[in-house]
């Protein structure tokens, strides 16, 4: 049976829908030669779960509230070590956990809303890896905003209009952020 490592922390069921930001926080977290910028990949990670936590407003069971503490006290003690977080990382996301915890009927989200929240989510994730000069995660969470945009256009044409300028966007910049192996497949989104 695995057990997890001291500090690591375990990412309970109910917050399922936010799992691969933490996840993804929780490696930066986990490679001790993590350099300020991946570091702050981590603290952007942590913030972007925050933000969909605040949308979705899930019902939230103990142990996801203690989950999300322990996330809020390590983004705190990454962001004091590293220093010089700007913009909207400036500032933890404040969330009111008996508000969201205490939310007797959550937010019910057409699914078309909860892939575009993600989408754009990743998208933004994406866009600071790139800066953060995390330019392979940075391609993967492009390619991932792609495939979110694709299937919402299809889903909903109604939203093409707005959703045609980010899947482009998303699919220029995976193109531009992959290796000339792993674009082996040319997309043709006019």
Do not use: W
Not at 76 to 87: H, M, R, S, T
Not at 125 to 137: N, V
Not at 143 to 151: E, G, I, K, L, N
């Amino acid at each position: 049976m695995l057990t997890p490592r001291d500090d690591e922390i375990l990412i309970p069921t109910a917050l399922r829908p936010v799992a691969p930001f933490f996840e993804e926080a929780q490696a930066i977290i986990r490679d001790a030669g993590s350099s300020f910028a991946r570091i702050r990949v981590g603290i952007y990670c942590i913030d972007h779960a925050f933000e969909l936590l605040k949308q979705y407003e899930l019902p939230l069971d103990d142990a996801s509230k203690e989950a999300i503490v322990r996330f809020r006290d390590r983004r705190q003690a990454l962001a004091l070590e590293v220093g010089g977080l700007e913009g909207k990382h400036a500032v933890a996301v404040d969330l009111d956990l008996d508000r969201l915890s205490s939310s007797s009927s959550p937010v019910k989200l057409a699914p078309e809303q909860v892939l575009m929240i993600e989408a754009k989510q990743t998208l933004e994730l994406a866009d600071e890896q790139l800066t953060e000069g995390e330019t392979i995660s940075a391609a993967r969470n492009f390619h991932t905003a792609t495939v979110y945009f694709r299937v919402l256009e299809n889903l909903v044409p109604s939203l093409s209009a707005e959703l045609h300028s980010l899947l482009s966007y998303s699919a220029t910049r995976t193109r531009q952020c992959s290796h000339l192996l792993e674009n082996f497949v040319h997309e043709h989104f006019e």
